[in-house]
């Protein structure tokens, strides 16, 4: 089999709707030419759609016509540099997805640590943020629920007592490795972050050791996140209100 065959059949075995990379297809620096000429064959065919500079995607098709990818498809190419994460989703429509909000964003908010991703493809607009480590595969999850923590006041359509039944039990699935982990990522944010992390880890009853917790935080500092014990019994260790 020559290479734009070879290449062609692996764009074949990608689902309709997918975005794909050079990155995706595993090709060889002698591959990337043959590459090249067969992608550009295949988009002047309609087969594949080029996004941007060497992001893809298969059209699917449905009875209506060609049905386009959704955002987080469009978006996920971008938080990847040389197959490694380096960045994640992250403000209203994460919060939306935990089902923190109703609400969906105009705009995408896409935090790392390690650069500035902006993107204006079509409908689809994305900002940066900055994380506030660097961002991994292994790591994003625990990141994605402290911003949840550190956005609290400004998430819009916030039922705060469903809310925080919602972030107690993603707690309840970490194992204690995980939740360690969690909690020395949650010590390079803001006090208040760590002081609502503190609370939400004792209502869920985790058999933790929270010293790490306790001891960074100014026990003369309050944390306003309009929380009441009917909410959270276990604020006012914390110096929550």
């Known amino acids: 089999m020559n290479i734009a065959k070879k290449i062609e059949e692996k764009i074949n075995n990608i689902e309709q709707g997918n975005t794909f990379t050079y990155k995706d297809l595993a090709i060889n620096k002698k591959e990337y030419s043959a590459t090249t000429k067969t992608i550009e064959r295949l988009i002047k065919k309609g087969k594949i759609k080029r996004i941007s500079t060497g992001i893809f995607y ?8 060609e049905l386009k990818p959704d955002e987080e498809k469009i978006i996920t190419p971008y938080l990847f540099k040389n197959g490694k994460r380096i960045a994640y989703i992250t403000g209203l429509l994460l ?3 935990m089902g923190l909000t109703t609400q969906i ?16 493809k079509g409908n689809i607009k994305a900002n940066a943020v900055k994380s506030y480590v660097e961002v991994t595969d292994e790591n994003y999850n625990y990141l994605e629920f402290l ?31 995980q939740t360690e982990k969690l909690l020395n990522i949650a010590l390079s944010y803001p006090p208040r972050v760590r002081a609502f992390l503190g609370a939400l880890l004792e209502y869920s009853k985790k058999k933790i050791n929270l010293n790490c917790l306790e001891e960074s935080l100014n026990p003369l500092s309050e944390y306003k996140l309009g929380l009441t014990k009917d909410f959270l019994p276990t604020i006012e260790k914390w110096n929550i209100k």
């Open 95 to 97: 919060y939306n997805k």
């Open 105 to 120: 964003p105009k705009e995408i908010s896409i935090a790392s640590r390690e650069k500035r991703i902006y993107i204006t």
């Open 58 to 65: 298969k059209p699917k098709q449905s009875a209506f016509g």
């Open 147 to 177: 911003d949840a923590l550190k956005d609290w006041k400004k998430i819009p359509d916030l039922d705060k007592k469903s809310s925080i039944e919602i972030l107690t039990s993603i707690l309840k699935k970490f194992n204690k490795k």
